[in-house]
T-cell receptor, first 116, second 108 residues
């Protein structure tokens, strides 16, 4: 299957700082990428959907000014957690799909964010 | 949006037994379903998918059954192995919307 790579795999940052997470599709062009957040023992919650070259669509309750998403190319989307707080500590996962109707999305390996 | 839910949060089986994980969905218009496996600390991994024009699809050691009448999906794992221990999610459409997940625990 297609490969989606996230970087970094884990990051520790101080409260108040910003952290950028990258999501790359390595062997296909991703017209749409999705960002999820997962707390321990819970399911994945969709945060936002981003299409290349346009603004991301955020799910209800997700602050767009706090979670900045950029999808500037067909192979890269970034999620920036701004002014991070300990409650933002979570497992962030991206997925990408290549534009074909009704095919599975491919997931990155996730990024463990810990805010201290 | 409409929900995709799971019946059982935890399933414990003995190595070598068959496992059945169930999933209920509520959107009768859904025409594509996927099962994902998520190991601890990793992203979800595609297992198998099925389209609504099918009732059954088989892969290697896995079978997905779709009952559109009662909006039910199941994943059957044959000869379950310790490496199958993970959380399993069903999802509908190519924008995966996940339910709670079922944790499969395989005892050696």
């Amino acid at each position: 299957g297609a490969v989606v790579s996230q970087h970094p795999s884990w990051v520790i940052c101080k409260s108040g700082t910003s952290v950028k997470i990258e999501c790359r599709s390595l062997d296909f062009q991703a017209t749409t990428m999705f960002w999820y957040r997962q707390f321990p023992k819970q399911s994945l919650m969709l945060m936002a959907t981003s299409n290349e070259g346009s603004k991301a669509t955020y799910e209800q309750g997700v602050e767009k000014d706090k979670f900045l998403i950029n999808h500037a190319s067909l192979t890269l989307s970034t999620l920036t957690v701004t002014s991070a707080h300990p409650e933002d500590s979570s497992f962030y996962i991206c997925s990408a799909e290549g534009g074909r109707v009704n095919t599975e999305a491919f997931f990155g390996q996730g990024t463990r964010l810990t805010v201290v | 949006g409409e929900s995709v839910g799971l019946h059982l949060p935890t399933l414990s089986v003995q190595e070598g037994d068959n496992s059945i994980i169930n999933c209920a969905y509520s959107n009768s218009a859904s025409d594509y379903f996927i099962w994902y496996k998520q190991e601890s600390g990793k992203g979800p991994q595609f297992i198998i998918d099925i389209r609504s024009n099918m009732d059954k699809r088989q892969g290697q050691r896995v079978t997905v059954l779709l009952n559109k009448t009662v909006k039910h999906l199941s994943l059957q794992i044959a000869a379950t192995q310790p490496g199958d221990s993970a959380v399993y999610f069903c999802a509908e459409s190519y924008i995966p919307t996940f339910g709670r997940g079922t944790s499969l625990i395989v005892h050696p």
